[in-house]
């Protein structure tokens, strides 16, 4: 943020972010931490994934999200180990999957980083089968979750 503006929210580092980014012809930023590991997307949390375990930041250097705690607990029920740690850029430009989730974007596959590919450059397994999970549990089709809804 800069320092000489009089600025406050907590969305403006993720807006200076997105315009980084779109201005470098990118269609997503990935924020770190103040130690350069990384933390989250601009509106999303982060999951990578590598040898079918599931990493995603630890809380206190990120937004913690609803969405997020949803996955975790998804994930885990599918069989999933989700583990919270830090995550260095060179563990993400190496992972063989990585997934924003957040309340707009719900889960988003990450194919690209910096022009690079991500594992196949495709949405990865793991990353498909907890959004169709995801999808079904939104829209009641897992019972298990029905506690989670608020009909309208």
């Known amino acids: 943020m800069p320092i000489d503006a009089k600025i406050n929210g907590y969305y403006v580092n ?3 972010a997105t315009l980084e980014a779109k201005k470098k012809g990118a269609v997503e930023a990935v924020l770190l931490d103040e130690d350069d590991h990384v933390a989250e997307g601009p509106g999303e949390n982060i999951f990578v994934v ?4 599931i990493y995603t930041p630890g809380k206190g250097m990120i937004l ?4 997020r705690d949803s996955f975790i607990k998804i994930a885990g029920d599918s069989g999933y180990k989700v583990i919270e740690k830090k ?14 989730t957040g309340t707009a974007v719900e ?9 690079r590919n991500i594992g196949n ?5 793991i990353t498909a089968k907890l959004k169709v999970e ?15 809804l608020t009909h309208v």
């Open 107 to 115: 889960v988003c596959p990450v194919v690209k980083l910096n022009g």
């Open 64 to 67: 913690p999200g609803i969405t």
């Open 14 to 16: 993720s807006i200076l």
């Open 50 to 53: 590598k040898n079918g375990k």
């Open 121 to 125: 450059g495709r949405p990865g397994l």
């Open 134 to 148: 995801y999808n079904r549990i939104i829209r009641g089709g897992n019972k298990k979750y029905k506690k989670w």
């Open 87 to 100: 995550i260095t850029v060179s563990e993400l430009k190496n992972a063989d999957e990585v997934f924003f």
